[in-house]
Nanobody, 123 residues
Framework: QVQLVESGGGLVQAGGSLRLSCAAS????????LAWFRQGSGKEREFAAA????????RYADSVKGRFTISRDNAKNTVYLQMNSLKPDDAAVYYC????????????????WGQGTQVTVSS
């Protein structure tokens, strides 16, 4: 059982940076893979980044690779998404997800979801 709450979203100028946080509760947090998905207005939810149980392995969507960094701190039950060089196309609601499917890039591969946090990028 995992409960997730995202924070850190807001308005940023193109080229700027934001760091999203996802705080989790649940005694088995460290056993779950974690991921960030995003959903722009009128679009389907899409994969952004994922990190394995140990934090040793990460994967990124091509659209964010080299700009975004996912990390986790199991002691703090928190996963982060550092977003640099933000583009207007990055504007979306960002969702934190937990599951046992690190290799999945589909929302169906994850069992638990946060409420989302809005990221807006000005042109």
């Amino acid at each position: 059982q995992v409960q997730l709450v995202e924070s850190g979203g807001g308005l940023v100028q193109a080229g700027g940076s934001l760091r999203l946080s996802c705080a989790a509760s649940g005694r088995t947090f460290s056993s779950y893979a974690l991921a960030w998905f995003r959903q722009g207005s009128g679009k389907e939810r899409e994969f952004a980044a994922a990190i394995s149980w140990s934090g040793d392995n990460t994967r990124y969507a091509d659209s964010v690779k080299g700009r975004f960094t996912i990390s986790r701190d199991n002691a703090k039950n928190t996963v982060y998404l550092q977003m640099n060089s933000l583009k207007p196309d990055d504007a979306a609601v960002y969702y934190c997800a937990a599951g046992r499917s690190f290799y999945s890039v589909r929302p169906s591969g994850y069992d638990y979801w946060g409420q989302g946090t809005q990221v807006t990028v000005s042109s």
